[in-house]
């Protein structure tokens, strides 16, 4: 259930940062285009960040071991980034 709500986190960040590259991108329909493809690209090193914090709390405080966490981090990274990947793509 922890794995699904961070996953849901990631999508909701994606979402902020779509927004926040659309709020930004100006008048014209090209430049909000451009915009949100900035937007998902700068998406991706965020959410790595703190997907990176989930594996260390994971593996500090929850008492799993790296091998254990990281197939999980694989998954909670991958699977927003994989979306922000694909708007990129269709934007740019």
Known sequence: MHTAMVVLGGFLLLVICLLAGRLTGGAGAALVTKTMAVAA??????????ALVNLWIGASRAGYSLAEEFPIFLAVFAIPAIAAALIWWKFS
């Open 41 to 50: 690209l700068i998406f991706i090193p965020i959410w790595l960040g703190a």
